[in-house]
């Protein structure tokens, strides 16, 4: 559904050239709700801007929408193209000085759509995001996470192909924020929109998004299906984006700054075992003890649902004989499983 090739964004401000995006190439997939992340700064909101070319690449670079050029379009066949690229931002971007129902009706002014069917649209839009009661109401009377489902319907009046949303859950409560997410997985699974959200928070990603791309310093430096990210992250700025939406990391380290909860003796190993997919649900604890005669002290343990499959996370102190826990440690690793070893008292720590 879209492609950027090769885009680079240059501009001056304070008199200082900034680069706010290098040479990024990316692929989105038709139906593919796909993540953007990075901190501010990353240049993630520059680069979407481009996929409707309200920010112009400034090198050769191409933007790609449902098979179609944007960079080789005039200005009459560019405003055609952004018809079908639906845009909606943090802050809402509503009309105070007019209804719900005018707001969203606005995009249909030169539709060619009689008024009947513009009033019929509108109301089927408003119907769809919750808000068929609150078409007569002004912006001003609305909470935050009701503007913002207004400025979905408002941006999925013109039917696009493609829905932009630039930091859409970022001034919103987190309950609040959920059932906007919920919402735009309803617009993806049933009008078919390929969905590109930017955002800093790896929760929303985790929460929506069948890919990502993650930013910094406008290069993207890490991208993937969320599965494949969140169980082999390489780069450090992704582990530390993914340890904000798990916790795990914390709740480990927590665990290891604390002797007490330890209380490691001479010979025990002190294991982090991960594991995806059907694993996750396996007794493994049982076997260690029952088929390898090894006692598992479970110090910490995560289940996470990532693209509906589960993700594993156990901390153990694994307390046995030494051949014993070697056993039982070749079969955690043989068993779809991936073990890393924090401590080893059998002899000396790895």
Request: net charge neutral; proline share 2%.
């Amino acid at each position: 559904m879209i492609t950027l090739q090769n885009i680079d964004v240059t501009f001056e401000q304070n008199q200082k050239q900034i680069h706010a995006v290098k040479q990024v190439s990316l692929q989105i997939n038709r139906g593919d709700i796909y993540g953007i992340i990075g901190y501010s700064g990353a240049g993630k909101s520059t680069l979407v801007r481009t996929i409707n070319l309200l920010q112009r690449p400034t090198n050769e670079g191409k933007v790609i929408v449902s098979d179609t050029d944007l960079t080789s379009l005039n200005a009459k066949q560019l405003r055609e193209a952004r018809k079908k690229i639906g845009m909606i931002f943090q802050h809402f971007n509503l009309m105070n000085s007019i209804s719900v129902f005018s707001n969203v009706a606005f995009p249909l002014k030169k539709s060619g759509l009689s008024e009947q069917e513009i009033i019929k649209k509108v109301n089927k839009l408003l119907k769809l995001v919750g808000l068929e009661d609150k078409a007569d109401a002004y912006p001003r009377q609305l909470s935050g996470g009701q503007k913002q489902r207004v400025a979905i319907a408002r941006a999925l009046a013109n039917d696009p192909h493609v829905l932009l949303c630039d930091e859409a859950t970022s001034a919103l409560d987190p309950k609040t924020t959920y059932s906007i997410l919920e919402l735009l997985k309803q617009v993806n699974q049933k009008l078919g929109i390929t969905i590109v959200i930017i955002t800093h928070e790896m929760q929303v990603v985790k929460e929506v998004c069948n890919r990502v791309a993650v930013m910094e310093k406008g290069e993207v430096i890490e991208e993937g299906s969320i599965l494949n990210i969140f169980t082999h992250p390489e780069r450090q700025l992704t582990k530390d984006f993914i340890d904000t939406a798990t916790h795990i990391n914390k709740g480990i380290e927590t665990i290891l700054h604390h002797e007490k909860l330890l209380n490691l003796k001479q010979g025990d190993v002190l294991a982090k075992i991960s594991f995806v997919g059907s694993s996750t649900g396996d007794p493994l604890i049982t076997k260690l003890s029952t088929h390898y005669n090894v006692a598992a002290n479970i110090l910490f343990g995560n289940v996470e649902i990532i693209q509906e499959t589960p993700i594993g996370t156990l901390l153990v102190v694994l307390s046995g004989q030494h051949e014993d826990i070697a056993g039982a440690l070749s079969y955690i690793e043989q068993n779809q499983a991936t073990l890393e070893i924090l401590e080893d008292l059998r002899g000396g720590q790895i």
